[in-house]
């Protein structure tokens, strides 16, 4: 079966750094693009950062230049180096695979909780 588990959350000062992981399992890696998406308590979920197959990134304007998204194939591992962080970056977040075509396949993991308070 699919899985996508995310570790590396917990508690942060403003200013400070954390690294997410997500481990994927169940799918051909490699050919998904894979991202990081958030949802703040009344607040939609949003995309935070995603990389391609082919490895290009794109970034929510709120995090670029703090954030960096990332992947190693071999190991089936995505990751959100998150420096720099603010309060507002508070929320769930999860990891999601998403494979294009004539049929679109979606995965999600349960999310890990990132929160940023002095």
């Known amino acids: 079966q699919v899985q996508l588990v995310e570790s590396g959350g917990g508690l942060v000062q403003p200013g400070g750094s954390l690294r997410l992981s997500c481990a994927a399992s169940?799918?051909?890696?490699?050919?998904?693009?894979m991202g990081w998406y958030r949802q703040a308590p009344g607040k939609q979920r949003e995309l935070v950062a995603v990389?391609?197959?082919?490895?290009?990134?794109n970034y929510a304007d709120s995090v670029k230049g703090r954030f960096t998204i990332s992947r190693d194939n071999a190991k089936n591992m995505v990751y959100l180096q998150m420096n720099s962080v603010k309060p507002e970056d508070t929320a769930v977040y999860y990891c999601?695979?998403?494979?294009?075509?004539?049929?679109?396949?979606?995965?999600w993991g349960q999310g890990t909780q990132v929160t940023v308070s002095s």
């Open positions: 169940g799918i051909i890696f490699s050919s998904y693009a």
């Open positions: 999601n695979a998403e494979r294009k075509g004539s049929l679109s396949i979606n995965y």
């Open positions: 990389v391609s197959s082919g490895g290009s990134t």
